[in-house]
């Protein structure tokens, strides 16, 4: 068996590899959405709500998809219809994992902008939450707008000698964001190699089909 072939088995592997932890992180923040907001997962959970969950599970039946169809194309060694459709699922997907990138990488150009309206969005409950979590009071400041009163901002004067939550929930969300397209951005990049190597596998099965039918024209019999 050829290098190139086992490199693109490889690669497919991983590459099957990822839908499965495509679907498994969606439903896990799925799930933990569903419980509920505490203090430790509140703000991971806001930010959740607005990425696109169901996309990435979608995304993740495209590379199942690829790779059933890789089983008949990388096992039919003289054949390139069933590899080209492998190819084109593959692109598919990987156009699919960067507009999912952009779009979140686009959310974090105007991340003070967005969380300002999911604070005024949110009940007491959870903005009282949000002011546990990072050790503030009110969102632009303790009265803008009015903070939530809770063990953390007692009453107006404790309120006021702390920092309203909009400069600590920008940073969290900007991590949390920047480390989601970065994710998405890396298996962008595993989509191109699988890509790459597909492109010299079909070129190699080319040349090697060539070489076929001229020996079968002059006689010699198959490669």
Request: aromatic share 10%.
């Amino acid at each position: 068996m050829d290098k190139v072939l086992l490199f693109l088995a490889f690669v497919d592997l991983i590459f099957f590899g990822t839908g499965g932890l495509l679907v498994g992180l969606a439903f896990k923040a799925k799930n933990d959405m569903a419980r509920g907001a505490t203090v430790d997962n509140v703000a991971a959970d806001l930010l959740l709500m607005h990425t696109p969950l169901n996309a990435a599970i979608a995304n993740a039946g495209l590379i199942f998809a690829a790779f059933l169809v890789s089983v008949p194309a990388l096992g039919m060694q003289r054949n390139r219809g069933w590899l080209k459709v492998y190819g084109g699922l593959v692109l598919l997907s990987a156009i699919f994992t960067l507009v999912l990138g952009l779009l979140i990488w686009f959310s974090t150009l105007k991340t003070r902008s967005m969380l300002q309206v999911l604070w005024t969005q949110q009940d007491s409950r959870t903005q009282s939450l949000l002011q546990q979590r990072f050790n503030c009071c009110g969102y632009l400041d303790a009265a803008t707008p009015a903070f939530q009163p809770d063990r953390t901002c007692s009453n107006a004067l404790m309120a006021a000698q702390k920092a309203g939550c909009v400069g600590a929930f920008s940073d969290f969300a900007n991590s949390f964001l920047d480390i989601v397209f970065t994710a998405i951005f890396g298996l962008v990049a595993l989509d191109t190699i699988v890509l790459l190597a597909v492109a010299v596998l079909l070129r190699d099965r080319l040349e090697r089909a060539r070489f076929y039918f001229s020996d079968l024209k002059h006689g010699i019999g198959t490669i």
